[in-house]
Nanobody, 120 residues
C-alpha cells in the first residue's frame, strides 16, 4: 500500500521559514494534482496550496505571496516553501496526491500530517 511520508514540520518564530516535503513510498501513476492542506484545532481542514499535472497552481487566500508549492515528478515528491510565517499558520499540515482512476473518478492519498507551530 502506498504511503505519503511528510517531513519538515517543526517550531519556528514568526517571520521565519520552513520547507515541507512529501514523498510517496512508491511510484504513483496518473497523478492529477498534488497539494497541501492544513487543520488547526477547532477548525476544518483547508486547502493551502495545490499544483496540477499541467503545473497550474492554486493557493489559499491567507498564504498567497508567502507560500510556494513545487513538485518533482521523477521523485513523486511535493514541496511547500513557507516564508514569512505567522502564528495563525500554526496547524497540522497534510499532503495529498490525487490520482485519476477513471474519466471523472479520483482516488486521494493522504499523508499522516506534520505539525507546524509558529510562535509570536
Amino acid at each position: 500500500q502506498v504511503q505519503l511520508v511528510e517531513s519538515g514540520g517543526g517550531l519556528v518564530q514568526a517571520g521565519g521559514s520552513l520547507r515541507l516535503s512529501c514523498a510517496a513510498s512508491r511510484k504513483i501513476f496518473n497523478i492529477n494534482a498534488m497539494g497541501w492542506y492544513r487543520q488547526a484545532p477547532g477548525k476544518e481542514r483547508e486547502l493551502v496550496a495545490r499544483i496540477t499535472s499541467d503545473d497550474s497552481t492554486d493557493y489559499g487566500d491567507s498564504v498567497k505571496g508567502r507560500f510556494t508549492i513545487s513538485r518533482d515528478n521523477a521523485k513523486n515528491t511535493v514541496y511547500l516553501q513557507m516564508n514569512s510565517l505567522k502564528p495563525e499558520d500554526t496547524a497540522v499540515y497534510y499532503c495529498n496526491f490525487r490520482q485519476r482512476v477513471g474519466i471523472s473518478s479520483f482516488f486521494n492519498y493522504w499523508g499522516q500530517g506534520t505539525q507546524v507551530t509558529v510562535s509570536s
